[in-house]
Every structure is written in C-alpha cells, then in structure tokens.
C-alpha cells in the first residue's frame, strides 16, 4: 500500500543550526513528494513539493530531493530561525487526489 | 483570493449533543477532504468528494459521522450523537482536479476545534 515514515520528533534546534527532517515512502509507481508545515493554530501550508524522481523543491530556505532509489524525501534546511518552528508533515500523492500523511514531527527553533 | 473557509472556529458542546461543522472549499476546486487531527492519532483522513460525490469514507470513525457535499461550494460534517472522544481539530481541505497541473495540491482551511464535554 501507500504509506509514509517521518521521523519522530519532538527536535530542538539553536537557532542558525542545520535542520534535516527524514522522510520515506512506500508507494507503488510514481507518486508526488510534498512537505506541509502547520504553525500553532493553524492549518497545514505547502511547503514544498515534486512531483517526479531527481526533482528538488525548495522554498523559504528549505530544501527535499525526490530519490526514487532510496524512496526518500527529506527535508533540509541550512539556518534554521526561530519563525521555523513549527510541525513538518511529509506526503505523498498517488492516483486520485487521495494524500497520505506522515505523522508530523515537531520542530522547536530556540534562540 | 479566500482560501478554504470554516466554520465555526471553535465549538464546546456536551456529550450527546449534535455537532455540525461546515466548510467552504475554494473556487474552481472539484475535491474537498475533511481530517481529524488529534495528538494521540495524528492527520486522519476521515472522508473526500471529488465532483460533489464522496469516493472513499472508509475514514470515517463510525455511524456517528456523515457528511454531505450538496454543491461545489459547501460541505458538512456532522456528529450525532458527539462523544467527548470526537474532541479534536477537524479540517477541510481542496484541490483542482487531479489531471491539472496543480491538482496534487491540497489546501487547507484553518480548522474546526471541538470540545465534547
């Protein structure tokens, strides 16, 4: 089936430290690769997306390749600031427009 | 532009009481998806429509819950009788068409957080 595994947080950073949140999926075919972010009390954001192997999105600063080899999207960020704090959620999409959502993980950015 | 758009923010009711919560997706988009989303249980997908028809409920946690999509712009989500285990942030979220080139993007309304005394 579809699935995805984020890593288990709660992760505590300083702020301006390198940020990278683990992600993989299983997925039969060719699904595309998203990151949401939720701020406290609000709903989810794209982040980030592609939509095809070898693809990098990027935005704000962060960063996810889609490695089809390793079936891997893990977000990365170089400097993270306090504003970054937030909870990360991986995604894949399939066939329809059904998602499948990792669990979350938590990130705390202390000055 | 308004985004996905719900209703109400925030509802406190009592165990046994009926809860409707109420979601506008944005316009144009033909796929709306309500989720629970709870600490213990994480992001659910309880339910999603594509075209005003719902495509797969089996989310959706027991007869207790239904939901109705009568029209493009307009769904509900409905609990009766609550229980105070349905206390959670309910979301609502749509998309384009998936065939578009950006209907693998699902937006998010801000979200319902219900009480269940």
């Known amino acids: 089936g579809n699935s995805v595994t984020q890593m288990e947080g709660p992760v505590t950073l300083s702020e301006e430290a390198f940020l990278t949140i683990n992600c993989t999926y299983t997925?039969?075919?060719?699904?595309?690769l998203f990151w949401y972010v939720q701020y406290p009390g609000e709903g989810l954001q794209l982040l980030l997306k592609a939509t095809k192997a070898d693809d990098k999105g990027s935005n704000k600063g962060f960063e996810a390749t889609y490695r089809k080899e390793t079936t891997s999207f893990h977000l990365e960020k170089g400097s993270v600031q306090v504003s970054d704090s937030a909870v990360y959620f991986c995604a894949l999409r399939r066939t329809g427009n059904q998602f499948y959502f990792g669990t979350g993980t938590s990130l705390t950015v202390i000055p | 532009d308004a985004g996905v758009i719900q209703s109400p923010r925030h509802e406190v009711t009592e165990m046994g009481q009926e809860v409707t919560l109420r979601c506008k997706p944005i316009s144009g988009h033909n796929s709306l998806f309500w989720y629970r989303q709870t600490m213990m249980r994480g992001l659910e997908l309880l339910i999603y429509f594509n075209n005003n028809v719902p495509i797969d409920d089996s989310g959706m946690p027991e007869d207790r819950f239904s939901a109705k999509m009568p029209n493009a712009s307009f769904s509900t989500l409905k609990i009766q009788p609550s229980e105070p285990r349905d206390s959670a942030v309910y979301f609502c979220?749509?998309?384009?068409?998936?065939?578009?080139?950006?209907?693998?993007?699902?937006?998010f309304g801000p979200g319902t957080r219900l009480t269940v005394l």
């Open positions: 997925a039969t075919g060719y699904p595309s």
């Open positions: 979220a749509s998309s384009l068409p998936s065939g578009s080139s950006l209907g693998d993007t699902q937006y």
